[in-house]
C-alpha cells in the first residue's frame, strides 16, 4: 500500500490564488521530504529539499517565496504555491524516504498534485 | 556529480516482445540503484531495486542487474503487455536526493 499520501490529486483554480499542497508519509517518520515538479513529458525537477523544523532548502531557479514549504512534523510537508498564475501548472510530487532503514533506500512518491491555473 | 543516463524514448513495442531500456550511472561510492515507472496521470511507483553490486532486482516480470563493472542497471523484460505502457525512470540513490534519468516513454500495442 502507499506509503506517502499526497493531497489534493487535482486544483483547478483561478489566476491570482493560493494553494497548499500536502504530503504526508503514512507509516514512518520523514525528517527530510522532496518536493518535485514535472512538466508534460519530462522527467522530475527537484524543487526543494523540506526539512523537519528547519527552513527548506531550495533548488538554484526555484523562488522560495512563490513555494512555501513548511515540515512542521515529521510526517507532514506542506507545499504552498502563492498567488498562482498560468506558468506555475504543473503536475507536483512529493517524496520521502525512510532514513531509519539507512542509507540507499528508495523514495517512496505520493500520487502527484495536477495544479492548473485558469 | 551523481547523474543517470538512459536511453532515448520514446519506445513501442508489440505485445511480447521482449524489453530493454539501457542505463548507466556515474557516482562516487557505492549507491543503490532503483527503477520507477510512471503510468498515465499517476506519480512514481517503484519497480525494483538493487542495492550492491551484481545484485538482481525483479517485480512484476521485470528485471535489471547492477554491474559496477559497466555502471550499468539495464531494465528488461522478456514479454511486454498493454498494461506495461507508462515512462520508466531510472534512478540511483546515495545520502541525497535521487538523480533520475530523463525517462524513457514505452508503449506497447496489442
Known amino acids: 500500500g502507499a506509503v506517502v499520501s499526497q493531497h489534493p490529486s487535482r486544483v483547478i483554480c483561478k489566476s491570482g490564488t493560493s494553494v497548499k499542497i500536502e504530503c504526508r508519509s503514512l507509516d514512518f517518520q520523514a525528517t527530510t521530504m522532496f518536493w518535485y515538479r514535472q512538466f508534460p513529458k519530462q522527467s522530475l525537477m527537484l524543487m526543494a529539499t523540506?526539512?523537519?523544523?528547519?527552513?527548506?532548502?531550495?533548488e538554484q531557479g526555484v523562488e522560495k517565496d512563490k513555494f512555501l514549504i513548511n515540515h512542521a512534523s515529521l510526517t507532514l510537508s506542506t507545499l504552498t504555491v502563492t498567488s498562482a498564475h498560468p506558468e506555475d501548472s504543473s503536475f507536483y510530487i512529493c517524496?520521502?524516504?525512510?532514513?531509519?532503514?539507512?542509507?540507499?533506500?528508495?523514495?517512496?512518491f505520493g500520487d502527484g498534485t495536477r495544479l492548473s491555473i485558469l | 556529480g551523481d547523474s543517470v543516463t538512459q536511453m532515448e524514448g520514446p519506445v513501442t513495442l508489440s505485445e511480447e516482445a521482449f524489453l530493454t531500456i539501457n542505463c548507466t550511472y556515474t557516482?562516487?561510492?557505492?549507491?543503490?540503484l532503483f527503477w520507477y515507472v510512471q503510468y498515465p496521470g499517476e506519480g512514481l511507483q517503484l519497480l525494483l531495486k538493487?542495492?550492491?553490486?551484481?545484485d538482481k532486482g525483479s517485480n512484476k516480470g521485470f528485471e535489471a542487474t547492477y554491474r559496477k563493472e559497466t555502471t550499468s542497471f539495464h531494465l528488461e523484460k522478456g514479454s511486454v503487455q498493454v498494461s506495461d505502457s507508462a515512462v520508466y525512470f531510472c534512478?540511483?540513490?546515495?545520502?541525497?536526493?535521487?538523480?533520475f534519468g530523463k525517462g524513457t516513454r514505452l508503449s506497447v500495442i496489442a
Open positions: 523540506s526539512n523537519e523544523g528547519s527552513k527548506a532548502t531550495y
Open positions: 534512478a540511483l540513490a546515495g545520502n541525497t536526493p535521487l538523480v
Open positions: 517524496s520521502a524516504r525512510d532514513w531509519s532503514r539507512g542509507l540507499g533506500q528508495p523514495q517512496h
Open positions: 557516482a562516487t561510492g557505492y549507491p543503490s
Open positions: 538493487a542495492t550492491k553490486a551484481d
